[in-house]
């Protein structure tokens, strides 16, 4: 599969190729990105935030899922990648109406939501994009690999994924 990038007629450059439905199923954020949390950022807990979204989201890997127990297993790439809620707050990449993360943005955002943050967040998406071109670069560098070999750089991969990003043939062979 080759996912198309999605477009926004308000933000024509923001181009995730994957949904939010998409980046749950295929597997990502160890299972754990919709657990109980407390935000130091609210000072508020957070439990069953996963139930504003479709239920539709949460099948296959996830299914029944308490989300409170990490994962590499529950991932595409079966590794382990990220950080802390505790780290993302202490970088400020957390904002209160989004307490759990970029991902929560995304997802609020691909249901119709606008906000504010929109343009922090979206600017956010495209400097992680960074990422694409070593991975480019190293699948490139492994002769007679595709673009789709995912035993080339998985850590990447699995981090691309919580993105909303998966690499394409299309960018692998347009990639200078």
């Known amino acids: 599969m080759n996912p198309k990038p999605l477009t926004f007629k308000d933000f024509p450059h923001f181009k995730p190729n994957l949904t939010p439905k998409q980046v749950i199923q295929k597997g990502s954020f160890g299972g754990t990105y919709f657990r109980d949390i407390k935000s130091s950022v609210t000072n508020k807990k957070y439990k069953d935030s996963w139930k504003e979204f479709p239920?539709?989201?949460?099948?296959?890997?996830?299914v029944n899922k308490k989300f409170d127990n990490?994962?590499?297993?529950?991932?595409?790439?079966?590794?382990?990648?990220?950080?802390?809620?505790?780290?993302?707050?202490?970088k400020d990449w957390i904002r209160e109406q989004d307490p759990y993360g970029w991902f929560q943005w995304y997802c609020r955002f691909y249901k119709g939501r606008r906000s504010d943050d929109d343009e922090r967040q979206i600017k956010r998406y495209n400097n992680m994009r960074r990422f694409k071109g070593p991975l480019i670069?190293?699948?490139?560098?492994?002769?007679?690999?595709?673009?789709?070999?995912?035993?080339?750089?998985?850590?990447?991969?699995?981090?691309?994924?919580?993105?909303?990003?998966?690499?394409?043939?299309?960018?692998?062979?347009?990639?200078t």
């Open 137 to 175: 670069k190293k699948i490139k560098s492994t002769h007679g690999s595709s673009y789709n070999d995912e035993t080339i750089s998985p850590r990447i991969r699995q981090t691309l994924l919580h993105w909303a990003y998966e690499l394409t043939e299309i960018d692998y062979n347009h990639h």
């Open 70 to 90: 990490y994962s590499k297993q529950d991932n595409k790439y079966n590794v382990k990648v990220g950080t802390t809620l505790e780290f993302w707050e202490s």
């Open 55 to 62: 239920k539709s989201w949460f099948t296959g890997k996830v």
